[in-house]
């Protein structure tokens, strides 16, 4: 028997997901695209063309506003790009041992990196803001330091390392230094922060277009502010029309590249930035309705909101649909995408107060 097709996932009542709903026009551009291979520019030359206009634009985000001089490529996702900034520097790392220093809140695809490239991962402690400690950084460096890493943008959180002083900490111990703002890429150059190539020494960055910046799955950054951090990553590809390959997964689809020079150039910088403001006031809005019924509420830095809620209404809630998540600690995690719309939050404020009766 011939069964129903299925569909997509409303996001209507989703609260905790990284990613969003894509924008028509980086929709329409991955569905032209679906078939090429940016793994082999030298063959699908257009979509070479379109790489190298998404790299600009990511580097554009990551210098203030500014054109920046940044190598790079469109990943699967921040996890790829994280492993392949792990990956460089241990290429370009001299010694046997090596080990790269990460804060506690950094993303468990370090970990996996540790694992798959043979490094050791040394985690380090918080400071009492959910930020990386700068002494704790500065005591776990040695000279098998080959990368340190700051997160602008946390995961559980929402918060942006000191950036600068990380930054000092890896050049002093002659470690590259990487930043990964998968998550919040395309809502810092909206702010006053200290974390990109024009705050700090910063090496590497990760940045996704398909979370804040609306391309559709899967659409990651690696960025590179030399050649050569991507040069250490080069494999000779002999059977391909290019005759060399920096990338990790080989083939890969053109949607994610198309789609990503399609959001950017329908947003940028207009509609990030309105996107951007319109999720820290939903933010804070949710954030000063749970305060005033009395939950523990981590203050937003960025569009994140964690609140201490109990598990039974943590459960009540999910079970009145709503797709949300908790942080290792066990808050109740709220993360205000572009998708997150006001309305949606004063039903789910209202669906707690029910809960709550």
């Excluded at 500065?138 to 959180?157: C, F, H, K, Q, R």
């Excluded at 949606?344 to 709550?356: Q, Y």
Aim: charged share 25%; hydrophobic share 45%; proline share 6%.
């Amino acid at each position: 028997m011939r069964q129903p097709e299925p569909e997509p996932q409303s996001f209507d009542r989703v609260l905790s997901s990284m990613c969003t709903e894509p924008h028509p026009d980086a929709r329409a551009a991955a569905e032209r695209f679906l078939a090429t291979n940016p793994g082999d520019p030298a063959t699908y030359e257009s979509v070479a063309e379109l790489e190298a206009r998404a790299v600009e634009g990511l580097a554009t985000l990551a210098a203030h506003s500014a054109p920046a001089d940044a190598a790079g490529y469109v990943t699967s996702r921040g996890t790829e790009a994280n492993v392949q900034a792990v990956r460089s520097a241990r290429n370009r790392h001299d010694g046997s041992e090596v080990n790269v220093v990460a804060p506690a809140s950094a993303h468990f695809s370090f970990t996996k990196a540790a694992e798959v490239l043979g490094v050791e991962l040394r985690t380090v402690p918080l400071d009492d803001d959910f930020r990386a400690d700068v002494d704790a950084v500065a005591a776990a460096v040695n000279d098998g330091t080959a990368l340190v890493v700051g997160v602008a943008g946390s995961t559980e959180y929402g918060r942006v390392d000191p950036i600068p002083e990380l930054a000092a900490i890896a050049e002093e111990v002659g470690a590259g230094f990487h930043v990964d703002a998968a998550w919040g890429g395309f809502v810092l150059p909206f702010t006053d922060h200290a974390w990109s190539f024009a705050d700090a020494a910063v090496d590497t960055l990760t940045i996704d277009p398909h979370k804040y910046g609306q391309a559709p799955v899967p659409a990651g950054g690696l960025l590179a502010r030399e050649d050569a951090a991507l040069d250490a990553l080069a494999v000779d590809t002999p059977y391909l029309e290019s005759r060399s390959q920096a990338t990790l997964t080989g083939t890969r689809s053109g949607a994610g590249v198309a789609g990503a020079v399609a959001a950017m150039d329908a947003l940028w910088p207009d509609g990030y930035r309105e996107a951007a403001e319109r999720a820290a006031d939903n933010a804070d809005w949710l954030a000063d309705e749970l305060a005033d019924r009395g939950y523990r509420v981590v203050e937003p830095e960025l569009p994140l909101v964690a609140a201490d809620v109990p598990e039974s209404e943590f459960e009540s809630l999910r079970d009145a649909g709503w797709k949300v998540s908790r942080t290792g600690a066990g808050e109740l995690r709220v993360v205000c995408m572009p998708h997150v719309t006001r309305s949606a939050l004063r039903a789910f404020v209202d669906d707690l107060d029910r809960i709550r009766r």
